[in-house]
C-alpha cells in the first residue's frame, strides 16, 4: 500500500518531537523521508506478518548462535546520515558499530545505519517505491541489503556501488561477509505459510 505523505517541513518537528509522535502513536507505523515529510503506513496483513516473524526467527538464531552483533525488528527506527528516519522490517548492526552508539541515542532512533537489512514487499505495496527506499539504505552505509517481493517468489539483493541482482525463492540468500554463514530459505517460508494459512 502507498504510505500516506504528510508535509510537515513547516512545523519543523524536531526529532525528540517526532519520536514523541511516533510513541504517541505508536499502532501506526511511522517513518520520516530526508524533506521531513511523515509517512504513515498501514499495518501489514497476516501472510507478510508471518513471513516477517519466520525471517526474524531465522536471523535471530543465527545471531544468538555467533553473537557479532544485535538484531532489530520493524519496529525499530534509525536517523539516517541524510536525515531520514526509517524503520526497516529487520536489520542487523555489528557489535562493534553498536557499542559506539551513546545509551541516550540507543533509547531514541539511534543515529547509526544498520550493516545489513530486510524489507518485505507485500501484494499491496509499490515496487518502486521499495526500490527507491532500499537505494536511499545503499546510499547511507547499509553494506548488505535485501528486498523480499511475497508476490512474485522474487528477492533482489543490494550492496554499496554493485549491480542489484535478482533471484527466485528457489535459491537461497547468502549473508556473504556481512553475516557469514547466514543463509535464508525463503522457498521453506513460502511453503510452511500456504501450508498453514489455509
Keep these: 500500500m502507498t504510505p500516506l505523505l504528510i508535509n510537515t517541513r513547516s512545523a519543523r518537528l524536531s526529532e525528540e518531537q517526532f519520536f514523541m509522535l511516533c510513541a504517541d502513536n505508536n499502532e501506526l507505523r511511522i517513518e520520516r523521508d530526508k524533506n521531513k515529510n511523515i509517512l504513515l503506513m498501514s499495518p501489514t496483513g497476516a501472510f507478510t506478518g508471518r513471513s516477517h516473524s519466520d525471517i526474524m526467527r531465522q536471523l535471530a538464531n543465527w545471531n544468538y548462535t555467533y553473537k557479532l552483533g544485535e538484531v532489530f525488528d520493524s519496529s525499530s527506527g534509525f536517523t539516517l546520515p541524510n536525515g531520514a528516519i526509517r524503520a526497516p522490517d529487520a536489520a542487523w548492526i555489528s557489535r562493534e558499530r553498536w557499542a559506539k552508539v551513546p545509551q541516550h541515542d540507543k533509547e531514541r532512533f539511534a543515529h547509526i545505519c544498520p550493516d545489513f537489512i530486510i524489507e518485505v514487499r507485500s501484494k499491496s505495496d509499490s515496487l518502486k517505491q521499495q526500490q527507491e527506499k532500499m537505494e536511499e539504505w ?57 501450508q498453514k494459512l489455509k
Design 138 to 194: 545503499m546510499e547511507n552505509g547499509c553494506r548488505l541489503g535485501w528486498l523480499i517481493d511475497l508476490e512474485h517468489k522474487t528477492t533482489y539483493r543490494y550492496k554499496p556501488g554493485r549491480k542489484v541482482i535478482k533471484q527466485s525463492f528457489i535459491k537461497r540468500m547468502s549473508g556473504e561477509n556481512v553475516l557469514p554463514e547466514f543463509e535464508l530459505n525463503l522457498k521453506e517460508i513460502i511453503i510452511g505459510l500456504t
